[in-house]
């Protein structure tokens, strides 16, 4: 992958910490534990490294290494998701014949 | 295949944007879900795209490794129950950052002979040092909430010096690699030295601290996939990282706070170990719990006007959720106010009960936050607490002594009747005692909470 430099890099970290606390604390109470899994879900784009890191691998130990962190990172990736759709299918409102909330 | 790195980067940026948006979305439970899949849309073109760098081989091994993740994965999300979910979001965080340890230790090998740039090698560290601790001591706090290893926190003597020992050595590794000391067993050893930390890290904190731990985790984990994003020099990967790293401190913060400790507390106080004093100093003044029956809570319940209840992990435990969203719309029919009061650690981690009651098709709109509800609790008639004990005990507000004071609770004690439904008079998960089961205005109802709501029913169907 291109390098961009370490100034632009810490520049996009820094922008993405505040834009991450800034997302992060519309998300009521409610729904805390599907953004766990969520965001674990998404921490799981180190998939990406563990195929750029096996995808060029050309001797023993880094395609044995490569290997592990590509099944460790699916996991996360696949289960992550699924997990979080499960949790958030559950959520509903109030059926539409009963009366809406008061308020 | 795409050899254009403007191409390649443009793709990525696709993917940071759903990324965004996928968390966006989960501001309201109306189109959280929605946002999952626009966050899975975001991956598979992450993941597409990668697959289609220029230069990109060993097929085979990307798809079996690929595909015994995605196996372990699918299954484990699809059979774990939700009570389990604390535990399952753990394995996942731990995995993930395993990965970025891995990747870490790779691109380190692959460099060897050192073309490794002191920012590559500073990132290369971290990654490996935080993904490393993030593994081990999610698998701890896994192995603790599934109860492979007591929930009690783990101390010993001289476990400070050892963790000491262990951080210096690790320190001092790290250093020696960032000063340009290009051996590849110290990185392994610097990764053992942190899985260790790990261990020790999580060992001695109690069960009751697990949703502050893992969410913390959850923020390593992501600070590595960051760090392995200086690493390989992927914007998506730092801005990704980050976006968790950012989250996982937020709840972190948000949690300690709800329980009114600090983080470090949390982390190093070693909970539950400094109950002795706290139990001693209670005086005995023969106060003493009554115990009712179903018949006689079911009378009390048809006659009020508005009930609150406060579910607790003990409701989930005897997977009694669908028994009391039965029970509350039995009250309903009868004109009866009922809600459900949530405290933000009720369960084994943030927002847990919301999903438990969820999966019992509560509707969400009934589900209230401790602020929204608590100014509520003097108006009420009947506070059902069903297998909750810390977060409505009083002595939060009034016992210094204790050491859940100053914690913000569920003010049940306002209001005009409480019915405490238990399994017996054991503490709750903190280990201390509740003066909550001593006010003349509570009863107890003892027995599996299971059993307890089925009879009420019954009895209030019978009313």
Request: glycine share 10%.
């Amino acid at each position: 992958m291109t390098d961009i430099g370490l100034v632009t890099e810490l520049t996009v970290l820094v922008l993405a910490i505040f834009l991450g606390f800034e997302v992060i604390s519309k998300v009521p109470t409610m729904l805390h534990t599907p953004l766990m899994s969520g965001t674990n879900f998404i921490h799981g784009i180190v998939v990406v490294g563990a195929i750029v890191v096996l995808g060029f691998a050309d001797d023993g130990f880094t395609k044995t290494i490569g290997f592990v962190a590509m099944v460790l990172a699916s996991a996360n990736v696949v289960g992550g998701w699924f997990v979080t759709d499960r949790m958030l299918e559950m959520f509903k409102r109030r059926p539409d014949e009963k009366r809406e909330p008061k308020r | 295949m795409i050899s254009d790195p403007d191409v390649v980067g443009t793709l990525y940026l696709v993917s940071i944007i759903c990324f965004i948006l996928a968390l966006r979305f989960l501001s309201s439970p109306k189109h959280a879900r929605r946002g999952n899949w626009v966050g899975g849309v975001g991956m598979v073109i992450a993941i597409a795209t990668t697959l289609a760098l220029d230069g990109i081989s060993n097929w085979l091994l990307i798809i079996i490794g690929g595909a015994i993740g995605s196996i372990v994965g699918v299954v484990g999300a699809r059979t774990v129950k939700m009570t389990a979910m604390p535990q399952m979001v753990a394995l996942f965080n731990g995995v993930g950052g395993g990965a970025a340890a891995l990747v870490a230790l790779a691109e380190f090998h692959v460099a060897e002979g050192g073309d490794l740039g002191s920012e590559e090698i500073v990132s290369i560290v971290l990654s490996a040092l935080i993904g490393s601790i993030s593994f081990s001591g999610s698998m701890i706090a896994f192995g603790k909430l599934q109860e492979l290893i007591s929930g009690r926190p783990i101390v010993f003597v001289g476990q400070n010096v050892v963790n000491v020992a262990i951080l210096a050595a690790g320190a001092g590794l790290g250093i020696a690699l960032i000063a340009g000391w290009d051996e590849q067993w110290a990185l392994i050893a610097l990764i053992g030295l942190a899985l260790l930390f790990g261990v020790m890290f999580v060992l001695p904190i109690g069960g009751a601290d697990m949703p502050v731990v893992i969410s913390l985790l959850n923020a390593f984990t992501g600070l590595a996939a960051s760090a392995t994003g200086f690493v390989l020099n992927s914007t998506l990967l730092i801005v990704a990282g980050m976006l968790v790293g950012a989250s996982g401190t937020l709840l972190t913060l948000l949690m300690a706070k709800a329980m009114n400790r600090s983080v470090a507390n949390v982390l190093f106080g070693a909970f539950g170990q400094v109950q002795t004093g706290a139990g001693a100093a209670r005086v005995d003044d023969g106060r003493t719990v009554r115990a009712t029956t179903a018949d006689d809570v079911a009378v009390q319940l048809s006659f009020a006007r508005k009930v609150i209840i406060v579910p607790g992990y003990g409701l989930a435990v005897a997977q009694a959720q669908h028994d009391v969203r039965q029970l509350a719309e039995l009250l309903e029919e009868k004109g009866i106010d009922v809600a459900y009061a949530i405290h933000p650690v009720a369960g084994r981690m943030p927002g847990h009960m919301n999903v438990l009651l969820a999966e019992a098709n509560v509707p969400y709109d009934q589900l209230k936050e401790m602020d929204e509800i608590n100014p509520e609790f003097p108006q009420t008639d009947v506070a059902l607490v069903i297998g909750a004990n810390d977060v409505v005990n009083p002595a939060a507000r009034s016992d210094p002594a204790s050491p859940i004071y100053g914690m913000p609770i569920l003010d049940v004690d306002k209001a005009a009747s409480i019915v405490v439904m238990k399994r017996s008079m054991a503490p709750g998960f903190a280990g201390i005692d509740n003066e909550l089961f001593l006010d003349p205005k509570t009863t107890m109802l003892f027995g599996n909470a299971k059993d307890s709501i089925v009879k009420l029913i019954a009895a209030v169907k019978a009313q």
